[in-house]
């Protein structure tokens, strides 16, 4: 058993592959993001996929050219076809000793939801309730550093989402959502915007207040960062329907 280097463009999805696992795409192309190619594609002779279907998309989504695989050319034509089946099969037995499973959690600090844990880490330490009246939020003191708008924010992971939905094949309409949710990873330093605001002319410190990236009440922050965000959204299942 050989391990070969194939480009990605020249393996075949199998036409008539009975599983399905579209939600996986997104989780184990952040595990190669991670962790690299650990788990090679498993081919017949004609570079038919025969285990892999899930990494194979993964490796579009993240641009990669070429990929690890194995080459089951020792196999029957049957003998593939009960093993793309059992492969996907035995996956569904599979059963998490919760007790174990906290404890190897414990032990580590990459967040774990980008992998497909959210459900499991929910059962394992429940969320606690986000609807409550405490408010804690920092302060900051202006020290009268110069500071710029590029200073303010970090949009690096941003900017790879939008360049990986912008680039794929999907709906218009959805591409529209994705990418205004990729503003979600846009990363602020509100210390320097705390600067940048103590120095800035009223018109632009009134609209940096409603959009809450200065907190100057918290209950018009709630308003303007929830209410309206909510809004927004709305629109978007508005606008679809139509």
Same mark, same amino acid.
């Given at each position: 058993?050989?391990?070969?280097?194939?480009?990605?463009?020249?393996?075949?999805?199998?036409?008539?592959? &009975?599983?399905?696992? #579209?939600?996986?795409?997104?989780?184990?192309?952040?595990?190669?993001?991670?962790?690299?190619?650990?788990?090679? +594609?498993?081919?017949? $002779?004609?570079? %038919?996929?025969?285990?892999?279907?899930?990494?194979?998309?993964?490796?579009?989504?993240?641009?990669? #050219?070429?990929?690890? %695989?194995?080459?089951?050319?020792?196999?029957? #034509?049957?003998?593939?076809?009960?093993?793309?089946?059992?492969?996907? $099969?035995?996956? #569904?037995?599979?059963?998490?000793?919760?007790?174990?499973?906290?404890?190897?959690?414990?032990?580590?600090?990459?967040?774990? =939801?980008?992998?497909?844990?959210?459900?499991?880490?929910?059962?394992? *330490? &429940?969320?606690?309730? &986000?609807?409550?009246?405490? +408010? =804690?939020?920092?302060?900051?003191?202006?020290?009268?550093?110069?500071?710029?708008?590029? *200073?303010?924010?970090?949009?690096?992971?941003?900017?790879?989402?939008?360049? @990986?939905?912008?680039?794929?094949?999907? &709906?218009?309409?959805?591409?529209?959502?994705?990418?205004?949710?990729?503003?979600?990873?846009?990363?602020?330093?509100?210390? $320097?915007?705390?600067?940048?605001?103590?120095?800035?002319?009223? @018109?632009?410190? *009134?609209?940096?207040?409603?959009?809450?990236?200065? +907190?100057?009440?918290?209950?018009?922050?709630? $308003?303007?960062?929830?209410?309206?965000?909510?809004?927004?959204?709305?629109?978007?299942?508005? =606008?679809?329907?139509?």
């Amino acid at each position: 058993m050989e391990l070969e280097k194939t480009r990605v463009d020249d393996l075949i999805p199998y036409h008539n592959n &009975p599983r399905h696992n #579209e939600g996986a795409i997104e989780y184990v192309a952040e595990s190669i993001r991670e962790f690299g190619f650990k788990v090679p +594609i498993v081919v017949d $002779k004609d570079n %038919v996929i025969v285990a892999g279907h899930t990494r194979l998309e993964a490796s579009k989504l993240l641009g990669i #050219e070429t990929v690890p %695989v194995i080459r089951a050319d020792d196999l029957t #034509e049957e003998q593939v076809k009960a093993y793309r089946l059992a492969d996907n $099969k035995v996956s #569904e037995f599979a059963e998490w000793d919760e007790e174990k499973l906290e404890i190897e959690m414990n032990g580590i600090n990459l967040k774990m =939801e980008q992998f497909g844990f959210s459900e499991l880490m929910n059962e394992i *330490d &429940p969320p606690e309730n &986000p609807y409550t009246d405490r +408010i =804690e939020a920092p302060f900051y003191e202006p020290t009268g550093e110069e500071v710029f708008l590029s *200073d303010l924010y970090d949009s690096e992971k941003r900017d790879v989402l939008v360049n @990986e939905v912008t680039r794929s094949d999907i &709906p218009e309409d959805v591409k529209e959502f994705l990418i205004r949710a990729a503003e979600r990873h846009t990363v602020f330093n509100y210390k $320097k915007i705390a600067e940048y605001y103590s120095n800035a002319d009223e @018109e632009v410190q *009134d609209l940096m207040e409603k959009s809450a990236l200065v +907190i100057i009440d918290f209950d018009d922050a709630i $308003k303007n960062g929830y209410v309206k965000l909510s809004e927004g959204l709305q629109g978007l299942v508005v =606008e679809d329907e139509i």
